[in-house]
């Protein structure tokens, strides 16, 4: 398809998600024209996804029989999902890797931020298999792949502290810094706070003065509520406290984490935020967009800025009787319904 068209529906435009009626001008790949008009094509426009926190090489232990406490099974050097990735051949590891990121963008999701393990080696792997598809990616790396990366994807402050020096190097050096920080418990929070990160990964358990500082530094924390419920870090809609969250004015975040526990799937993890933790969908929406400011290069759909949306033909499902397209989208809306995804990388990351 050309990089030049116009689109007419129902459109969420602008950072509010404003419902208008219009029609969408593209010309090589950027919004040139937003119209509001009186009839519109029946179809919905919505902004495309970004995962803000995955980890997707680990898509080959895919579904794995797993008991035991969750530092034996994700905690470097020697949990569960290192050895398997130790133990992988590379070509696989990036099959996998490229195989997920298919997976993201047939359902609306072209932007991603992984946490990379592996070291350089590692963050090439997952380069190249970018580089095969039309999917934006931050890259978060460590044990030297933040050195070739976006930055670097620490595993917690409990692992020491040279983690914090890591972070500080890295900032000096331009790159992004992001912690998991309070899945388990609050005891990782404060020191991850105090190093001023670009992002604060789970905080599944953090208390109200820690959010209220989050707040006012201005941290995005990403939540991965189906992560933490599969691996049994919470099994009440209060953690994470999303709620307080949102209260308190923190820009949160929504991410999917582990492949190999959890599929990438924006539309699966909206659902489940919005049944189990009942937060409104226009809240829900904004978290599932909101990520690709990371790039400095938002999916919000607003004249000027490069087309990042994707299409539904409410006419051809049970949708055509909704009476609110969010609701619909947040709650019960899967890749199969999708018409068409309008998007184009225009920032690559270079091996
Ligand atoms: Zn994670």
Not at 208 to 219: D, F, H, P, S, V
Request: charged share 25%; hydrophobic share 35%; net charge neutral.
């Amino acid at each position: 398809m050309s990089d030049s068209y116009t689109l007419s529906g129902r459109a969420y435009t602008g950072r509010d998600l404003d419902l208008c009626n219009v029609e969408l001008t593209v010309e090589d790949g950027i919004i040139k024209d937003i119209t509001e008009k009186k009839t519109v094509d029946e179809r919905w426009i919505f902004p495309c996804f970004f995962n803000s926190h995955t980890h997707l090489a680990d898509t080959v232990a895919m579904d794995i029989n797993f008991s035991g406490s969750l530092s034996g099974l994700v905690a470097p050097p020697d949990g569960l999902k290192h050895r398997i990735l130790r133990d992988t051949e590379p070509e696989i590891l990036k099959e996998a890797i490229k195989s997920s990121i298919e997976y993201m963008l047939k359902s609306a999701t072209p932007g991603f931020c992984d946490f990379r393990e592996g070291g350089e080696e590692g963050v090439l792997l997952l380069k190249e298999a970018l580089l095969k598809t039309n999917a934006c990616g931050v890259i978060l790396g460590r044990d030297g792949g933040q050195n070739i990366s976006d930055g670097i994807g620490i595993s917690s402050t409990k692992e020491g502290p040279h983690t914090l020096d890591l972070a500080e190097k890295t900032r000096k050096n331009g790159g992004f810094v992001a912690f998991h920080a309070g899945e388990k418990n609050d005891k990782d929070i404060d020191q991850a706070i105090d190093a001023k990160p670009d992002l604060l990964i789970h905080m599944t358990y953090a208390s109200n003065r820690q959010l209220k500082k989050c707040a006012e530094l201005e941290i995005p924390i990403v939540i991965c509520p189906r992560s933490n419920w599969i691996l049994n870090v919470s099994s009440s809609g209060n953690n994470p406290p999303v709620k307080k969250m949102l209260e308190y004015g923190c820009k949160v975040l929504l991410g999917t984490d582990n492949v190999m526990f959890v599929q990438p799937d924006m539309f699966s993890e909206m659902s489940f935020l919005s049944y189990v933790y009942k937060i409104a969908p226009e809240d829900i929406l904004n978290m599932a967009i909101s990520g690709a400011d990371i790039f400095k290069n938002p999916f919000f759909i607003e004249k000027g800025k490069p087309a990042s949306f994707f299409s539904v033909l409410p006419a051809h499902s049970n949708m055509r009787f909704s009476r609110s397209p969010v609701k619909t989208i947040v709650n019960r809306m899967n890749f199969g319904l999708i018409e068409r995804t309008y998007f184009k990388c225009l920032k690559k990351n270079n091996l």
